[in-house]
């Protein structure tokens, strides 16, 4: 008993190490000093890890890593310090790297940073859009919340400036939420503002001066105060210019230049803002003072509307209609050029064809999931029954060496025993086989050619039961005249013997057990039990493929020995194999209930055309597949 002991836990610890699924990733190398260095004062100083990335010596080409990471980190520091990218190709050179390693962090990076390109450097939106919109989905995999801020603000910009509210208003909050989740105030106060931003846009005008308030508030608590606060400042000063509040609109106006003109920063937003506000106090020489200082801005819609508030401005002085032409002129020139940048459709188009192909590939990676699990639960399920065939094969072979020594009267005891234990199981499962055809029965009504078949095969399984137990009765009453007669230690091989059977019992339940389990767990074969519906051929073939792991290659052995089966044939022999009415089978192959017994019939024929005197005629096909 010891020694099978240890055969027992060398078999499970085997086991152990083969069933366990070891995932391995390769872990990322550590990165140089300089790099990791950049890394980590980019979002707080992104000016000092610039520096550090062009002083230090690129790394080499060959160390992929390294350099992929250098090219991703010196693009970003650009970025941040308003430096102008000439091309995507560091961009790329990284991104190309970490599509190939399971490290989201980085590609959503490079995406962030194509999307940066393409939008400000190119002016291509939909492509822009759609490299934020990748990037998301992979932050997500990541707790790298000041990135997934700037993701999400980035994507609200784009639909912001096309007047998608509703989209801009939703990025916006998502940055918003990434901003609290980092505890950056920087980024919590930027979220506040543009989502101001977007209801200004709708308008609501209450909930925009709301989040603008709330933006200075949480702005004023920053290091960087006094570069982020006036251009919040100049926002909220918009709002209130179309209330219209012109005194508190020049207030804020007025406010945000001081602060810009202290830290010498450009000022042509607010110029533009107060150039307004004096055009609607009609006071045109201030009005076209500032104006005339907001043409001169590098951003484009600032200069666009420079120029329309200066040709509104003139367009009613006739000495001035020479000057507010020009105007309209330059005002059209730019509009066109925003016109081409602006594609509502094409970007709304765009994101609704990556949301499903983002949703494609969700359910992709969900089925290779389920299949990697099915997979896995097989391998545990063989492994299982393997350790069961060895431990019946311990003990069978312990059984061998002890007959060698017993007499006769041990052998003639073991024999009864036998013949009782496989008379218990037998009985067992002709009970078993009675209570599925009774159901069967219940479920067949009104099909009275198998509703006979059914009902005859049940007399027979009864009249064998009670067969059996006179049996069973007689073969007791024989071991109890033999006992009698037998020493101790026969007496104790018996007992060994009837624990080794009983045990065998237990472990072929278990199995059987165990396949049910596992069929429960298989999708397909749990849906088409439960809720029978006609299959596609490929399901078919995956049926046919989780039957073929079940049940030893159910399908193969049945072509193998039958080869005259047809794939029909094969259809109906898996579902008698999952125990399914001929109900369910006729709605699984869309066919009628007397079309599934004569298939049936046709299917017995052929079997006992094969079999001949081997298959008994009055047995019903369902048990015979159940059996084999």
């Known amino acids: 008993m010891l020694l099978s002991n240890k055969y027992i836990v060398c078999i499970w610890g085997i086991l152990l190490v083969l069933s ?45 890593y390294q350099y992929a990471t250098w090219c991703l980190l010196l693009s970003q520091a650009k970025i941040k310090n308003y430096v102008k990218l000439e091309s995507d190709s560091l961009i790329s050179i990284g991104y190309k790297y970490f599509q190939q390693k399971e490290n989201p962090q980085r590609k959503a990076l490079a995406g962030y940073l ?41 994507i609200g910009h784009i639909y912001a400036y096309r007047s998608l509210v509703d989209y801009a208003t939703s990025a916006y909050q998502k940055a918003y939420d990434f901003a609290k989740l980092s505890n950056n105030k920087r980024y919590i106060a930027l979220s506040l503002s543009y989502i101001g931003r977007a209801y200004s846009i709708k308008p609501d005008m209450d909930k925009a001066i709301d989040y603008y308030e709330a933006a200075i508030k949480i702005a004023k608590e920053t290091d960087d105060k006094q570069f982020l606060t006036p251009d919040i400042l100049n926002e909220l000063a918009s709002v209130h210019t179309r209330i219209p509040n012109y005194k508190q609109a020049l207030q804020y106006a007025m406010d945000a230049l001081k602060i810009n003109k202290k830290n010498h920063r450009n000022s042509s937003q607010n110029y533009l803002t107060i150039g307004n506000i004096y055009r609607n106090l009609k006071m045109k020489d201030s009005a076209q003072y500032y104006l005339e200082k907001a043409i001169l801005s590098d951003n484009i819609y600032t200069t ?42 094409e970007i709304i188009a765009m994101k609704e064809k990556y949301e499903h192909e983002k949703l494609l590939n969700e359910k992709k990676t969900l089925q290779i999931d389920n299949e990697r699990i099915i997979r896995h639960s097989l391998y545990i399920i063989l492994s299982i029954v393997i350790l069961i065939a060895i431990l019946i094969y311990i003990y069978q072979r312990k059984l061998i060496q002890k007959g060698n020594t017993i007499q006769t009267q041990e052998e003639q005891l073991r024999m009864y025993s036998q013949q009782i234990h496989e008379n218990e199981m ?63 230690k026969l007496k104790t091989q018996l007992a060994d013997f009837n624990a080794v059977a009983e045990e065998n019992t237990r472990l072929r339940k278990r199995e059987e057990f165990l396949c049910n389990q596992l069929i429960s767990q298989i999708k397909l074969l749990d849906s088409l039990i439960k809720a029978p519906k006609a299959l596609t051929a490929y399901e078919w073939t995956e049926v046919e493929k989780e039957i073929n792991r079940l049940y030893d290659n159910f399908t193969q052995r049945m072509r193998k020995q039958f080869p005259t089966l047809s794939d029909n044939d094969l259809q109906v022999c898996c579902l008698i194999k999952l125990h399914l009415s001929v109900t369910n089978m006729a709605d699984i192959l869309n066919i009628s209930p007397t079309s599934v017994s004569k298939r049936k019939q046709r299917l017995k024929e052929q079997i006992i055309k094969e079999l001949g005197d081997d298959f ?5 096909i369902d048990i015979w597949i159940w059996r084999y």
């Open 114 to 154: 194509e999307g940066v390109y393409y939008n400000d450097e190119r002016h291509e939106a939909e492509t822009a859009l759609k490299c934020y919109l990748e990037a998301a989905t992979e932050i997500e995999k990541t707790k790298d919340y000041q990135l997934a801020h700037l993701i999400h603000a980035e």
């Open 304 to 345: 666009c509307c420079a120029y329309q508030a200066l040709y509104y401005l003139n367009r009613n002085t006739p000495q001035s209609y020479s000057k507010s032409m020009q105007y309209c002129d330059k005002f059209y020139t730019y509009l066109d050029s925003i016109t081409k940048i602006k594609h509502g459709e």
């Open 616 to 620: 008994d005629k009055s047995q019903l």
């Open 426 to 488: 037998q009985m067992e499962q002709n009970e078993i086989y009675i209570a599925q055809l009774s159901e069967q029965l219940n479920t067949n009504q009104g099909l009275h050619d198998a509703i006979a078949e059914q009902q005859n095969a049940l007399n027979e399984f009864r009249l064998k039961n009670e067969k059996l137990q006179k049996e069973t009765a007689l073969i007791q009453q024989n071991m109890a005249e033999h006992s009698q007669k037998m020493q101790g």
């Open 20 to 64: 366990c699924t070891n995932t391995h990733t390769e872990s990322s190398p550590t990165l140089l000093p300089e790099l990791a260095q950049a890394e980590n004062c980019m979002y707080a100083y992104p000016d000092s890890a610039l520096h550090i990335l062009e002083k230090m010596t690129p790394p080499k080409v060959t160390d992929k």
